[in-house]
């Protein structure tokens, strides 16, 4: 019996897979959870039928030709894969598959043994069905961690060292459904019936307006960013806030980023709840943390200018400034003649002494070094005299 072809084996995994009536019972193995940023990516199926033939519309395009001569990397046409394969291997996984679309767990050895076919036409041709967007990948497969290792034998009471990846068969975009209102301003907009429409040559000429150029965001400065950052430290609760948001409150209640500290807004703030005669505390549940703090700072500032509130770091600057000042004018004693000379001398002591403890140390290692020699001197002799005690013996 002469051996089947590639193509025939193809044709026959595609019957085989036309003929399964129901979806196989599905394994007991463990799957990796799809995220669910994965779930949004993946548009879900209409229906079964519909996704059958949508695999069947796409074969017979140029783009599916163009995903079958890409799927073999560079090898090119020499293992082109069937159009049977890709039909038979997407008949099978949507037999396997849920209401939606999701949930296809099924491993390439697991298909091409269902269908006859080899592990690598299987791998190809899923990778047809990805480039065509017939599947998407919402949970990678793989080695096992050890603690997914354990959860899969907790699950089926085996041994799992691997996985499936998860896919979701997703309907493709088509022409009529990629369309979109135009936005605004990329169109000419029509005549009013109320205006008069000019005639002759300005009759065809539409008005078209400008498309608004988009606006750039803006640049904080270093100093306006530190203030933002020194914020979040000292309030924890506005940890979930952006830099942008900080600083546009910052600006906007009329802070100096340059002069201000994170400590002084929380004095300031502070100072507001003791004027009120109540303790500062956060509800407890915040919804709006952005809206509380610029509500909070804004009634803030604002009750610092009506009762000229001192921030803290100015008071500091202001009291340093003083201290120098009266530093600089006290007049500085001058010594007297006897105790000028003999500080004069205390230090020429004490100099001449630090060079006498150098030169100590000097004598020091000079010593320990002629010592070493001598040392060494000693041993290569009495190894001389070794020597030729042995020679006279021998």
């Known amino acids: 019996m002469r051996p089947l072809t590639a193509r025939q084996r193809a044709a026959r995994a595609y019957a ?7 979806p196989t019972r599905k394994g007991g193995s463990w799957h990796r959870s799809p995220s669910n940023a994965a779930k949004k990516l993946a548009r879900s199926w209409t229906n079964r039928d519909d996704w059958k033939a949508a695999v069947q519309a796409a074969m017979a395009s140029e783009d599916g ?7 073999n990397g560079a090898r090119g046409r020499q293992a082109l894969v069937s159009v049977a394969a890709v039909q038979a291997v997407g008949l099978f996984m949507a037999e396997h598959a849920s209401g939606d679309g999701s949930g296809v767990t099924l491993a390439h050895a697991t298909i091409a043994r269902s269908l006859g076919l080899s592990s690598s036409t299987v791998r190809r041709a899923r990778r047809v069905l990805r480039t065509l967007g017939l599947q998407v990948e919402t949970a990678p497969g793989g080695y096992l961690t050890g603690m997914e290792r354990a959860e899969a034998r907790a699950q089926h009471g085996g041994r ?10 997703s309907q493709p975009i088509t022409e009529e459904a990629a369309d979109h209102l135009p936005r605004r301003g990329s ?18 000429k539409a008005k078209t307006t400008k498309r608004p150029q988009r606006q750039h965001r803006h640049r904080w400065s270093a100093e306006a960013v530190h203030l933002a950052d020194r914020l979040t430290d000292a309030l924890p609760w506005l940890a979930g806030l952006s830099r942008g948001v ?35 505390a956060l509800p407890p549940k915040l919804s709006n943390p952005a809206g509380f703090f610029i509500h909070r700072i804004r009634t803030a500032m604002t009750h610092a200018r009506m009762t000229g509130w001192e921030r803290p770091s100015a008071r500091a600057k202001t ?23 003999e500080l004069h001398e205390a230090r020429a002591a004490f100099r001449a002494q630090f060079a006498a403890d150098d030169r100590l140390h000097e004598l020091q290692q000079a010593a320990r070094a002629r ?17 030729n005690r042995t020679a006279r013996v021998l």
């Open 160 to 169: 799992q060292l691997r996985c499936a990846a998860t896919v979701t068969l």
């Open 65 to 71: 030709d163009k995903a079958r001569e890409g799927s």
């Open 187 to 204: 169109y000419p907009l029509a005549a009013s019936p109320t205006k008069m429409v000019p005639s002759g040559s300005a009759a065809g």
């Open 319 to 341: 009291q340093a400034a003083q201290t120098r000042a009266l530093a600089a004018a006290e007049p500085r004693p001058a010594l007297p003649r006897e105790t000028a000379a």
């Open 16 to 22: 085989l897979a036309e003929r399964a009536a129901a």
């Open 371 to 387: 010592l070493s020699e001598a040392k060494r001197a000693e041993v290569m002799a009495e190894l001389d005299r070794a020597r």
């Open 246 to 280: 900080l600083c546009r409150a910052i600006s906007n209640a009329g802070i100096d980023a340059a002069a201000w500290t994170a400590g002084d807004l929380v004095s300031c703030m502070d100072k507001l709840s003791a004027d009120e005669g109540r303790r500062f």
